[in-house]
């Protein structure tokens, strides 16, 4: 029997946790290539970091027994500041954490999904990700409609809502 996954609405307040996660995923290999010093000093890392809700920012975090399990944000970034998954302006860069012992329960695909579904509730048309090849969390984006996006930098995918 599984234990409870809640989910409540990421907040301006939950940086140290975008922080963590985002190390985490930089360092998906389990190899450290990067740092929390990487992170913080790093301006093409630390906007990861920055959950801006007055920006149009989104997301969740998932919680069992009063701990995080995973969390879920997208970033309305811009041109000058791009994402590695930016695409355009007015397209949010999704990025998604689960933590490792809470894998293959469902937590990715519902936090994905409920970040989609409250894009497409905001009327956002598209949302973008990076991911790196090798990566096996695609096999996630893609069942979702994620798709590679046509000139953009490698591992640039997008679904259209």
């Known amino acids: 029997m599984g234990t ?10 939950d940086g140290e946790l975008l922080r963590t996660a985002t190390l985490a995923n930089l360092n998906w290999t ?12 790093t301006p093409e890392l630390r906007h990861y970091c920055e959950f801006r809700p007055e920006r149009g920012d989104l997301g969740f975090v998932a919680e069992t027994r009063g701990s995080v399990v ?22 949010p860069e999704l990025s998604l954490r689960v933590w490792p012992g ?31 090849a090798g990566n096996p969390s695609v096999h996630l984006y893609r069942s979702v409609g994620f798709s590679p996006v046509p000139g953009a930098a490698d ?3 997008a679904v259209d809502l």
């Open 4 to 13: 409870e996954v809640t989910t409540r609405p990421l907040t301006a307040g």
């Open 155 to 157: 591992g640039t995918m």
């Open 30 to 41: 389990g190899e450290q290539r990067f740092t929390s010093h990487d992170v913080d000093e």
């Open 102 to 132: 809470h894998r293959g329960r469902g937590i990715g695909g519902g936090l994905l999904r409920r970040a989609l579904e409250e894009a497409r509730r905001r009327g956002l048309a598209r949302v973008s990700l990076s991911v790196e």
């Open 70 to 91: 995973g969390v879920v944000w997208a970033l309305l970034l811009a041109a000058d500041d791009p994402g590695y998954g930016f695409v355009a302006d007015g397209v």
